[in-house]
């Protein structure tokens, strides 16, 4: 039997903020009561942090109710693939 390396393997913190950093488009989930809702955004990293900008609306809604979100941003090719997902807390600029 040949022996085979884990087809899994954990991002360091750098390479996460690097593939972050390499892309514009994420998600952000948002948690009020008993409802989960995903939105598509463009964003872009600030040290380590995210920014985005939205309108007035259900995400900026959401977020003044539950402050609590994830972000995911993924990327997947013939070879390999990888996903990031934050979590934190939204805050209003």
């Given at each position: 039997m040949e022996n085979t390396s884990?087809?899994?393997s954990?991002?360091?913190?750098?390479?996460?903020?690097?593939?972050?950093?390499?892309?514009?488009?994420?998600?952000?989930?948002?948690h009020v009561g008993d409802?989960?809702?995903i939105f598509p955004v463009n964003y872009t990293v600030d040290g380590e942090s995210l920014v985005f900008r939205t309108a007035e609306g259900s995400k900026l809604?959401?977020?003044t109710i539950?402050?609590?979100v994830l972000f995911e941003v993924d990327q997947y090719?013939?070879?390999?693939?990888?996903?990031?997902?934050v979590?934190?807390?939204a805050e209003r600029l």
């Open positions: 884990d087809p899994v954990p991002l360091t913190d750098a390479e996460c903020w690097d593939h972050l950093a390499s892309h514009e488009l994420g998600r952000l989930v948002t409802v989960l809702d809604t959401e977020l539950n402050d609590s090719t013939e070879t390999d693939a990888w996903s990031v997902v979590r934190g807390s």
